[in-house]
């Protein structure tokens, strides 16, 4: 178990310096002005309309890397600071976000996978703990039964699928960034100093998302082990 609690403290050391490292380079980047001068919604606009993609709206949302692809609403929402900016970060988190509608335009088989988990990841993110939890004590006060195994299980399942959203998501980002960069390269939007600021931007961002699967999937091990090892 003390195994367990190490690896856990690397990858919130991992998760924080990732992150740290992340809103560095876009504070970097963000220094990096545009020669073509156009802003993030500028820039989300054209990659739309050269995809032939022309019911997605752009969108300003509040907040501070708040930026999302809304499937449901079939918007690109840009936080203030991309939405108006015209810099190599701008640039690249706008061109991202596109690539989500660019997936969603073609029926890209991860996203598509992903948004039809949403509505029970939403349910088992905030259930799994309780159940887990409340299993494990109802195990303990009711000696000799396996009520509260069943329960803790439920919990557990629901975890499970909470952790294989996290995974599948992956691709699904990565996907959006290289739809992203080879748009804005073929294109010829950014020159070569932009151009490497944005996809080291886009790395970064994406470290963000490896460090979360990894954390749900340590999550979900420590939990198996506390719940099935409790069988005997």
Sequence with gaps: MFGYYIIIGAIALFSWMVSARLKSKFAEYSKISLRNGM???????KMLQD???????????PGQLTDHYNPMDK????SEAVYNQRNAAAAAVAAHECGH???HAQAYQWLTMRSKMVPIVNVSS????????????????????SIGLYVAVAGLVLMAIATTFSFITLPVEYDAS????AWLKNKN????????GAEDSLKWAARTYVVAALGALASLLYWAFQILGRRE
């Design 39 to 45: 802003s993030g919604a500028e820039i989300a606009e």
């Design 51 to 61: 995809n032939g993609i022309y019911d997605v709206k752009v969108i300003s949302t």
């Design 75 to 78: 918007t690109v929402n840009l």
């Design 101 to 103: 509608a660019v997936q």
């Design 126 to 145: 905030t259930m799994s703990q309780w159940l887990i939890m409340g299993g494990l004590i109802l195990g303990i006060a009711s000696k000799g039964t």
């Design 178 to 181: 290289n739809r992203a960069l």
């Design 189 to 196: 939007m950014l020159s070569q100093e932009e151009y490497a």
